[in-house]
């Protein structure tokens, strides 16, 4: 493995925050500072808290809290995600697919937590 963006999460969670930029680039004005930017900003932190972790692998604890950090905005953006839905901004179809993508991503970043030996650095500390 070369690096973080290697991984399947990693590319999985990139991809679905592209597709949550893209379909956000038509949201009402009025929702510029609200739901826009937080459900650009959590999905982009999946990806980020993935590469923070990833760089300090080494220390398995700080790795899990940043994966865990990682699950956390990921389940912040399903919350933005059914509020797209209710405000009518996307389908019961897109909802359906960016939450089961969503939910998929959070399977892979909970085997990363319940698993951290499989990814960090043999030399780890504890």
Not at 64 to 86: G, R, Y
Not at 105 to 120: A, D, R, V
Request: hydrophobic content about 30%; charged content about 30%; proline content about 2%.
């Amino acid at each position: 493995m070369n690096g973080f963006k290697d991984l399947i999460v990693y590319k999985k969670a990139f991809s679905l925050s592209m597709e949550i930029f893209q379909l956000t680039k038509t949201s009402p004005k009025n929702e510029d500072y609200s739901l826009t930017s937080q459900i650009r900003r959590s999905s982009r932190s999946v990806c980020s808290n993935i590469a923070e972790g990833y760089r300090k692998r080494q220390y398995q604890a700080h790795f899990v809290s940043k994966i865990s950090d990682a699950d956390m905005e990921n389940s912040e953006t399903q919350v933005w995600i059914d509020f797209a839905l209710h405000c009518e901004y996307i389908n019961e179809q897109t909802n359906n697919d960016l939450l089961n993508k969503s939910k998929e991503i959070g399977k892979l970043l909970n085997h990363m937590i319940e698993n951290p030996e499989k990814y960090t650095r043999k030399d780890s500390k504890q």
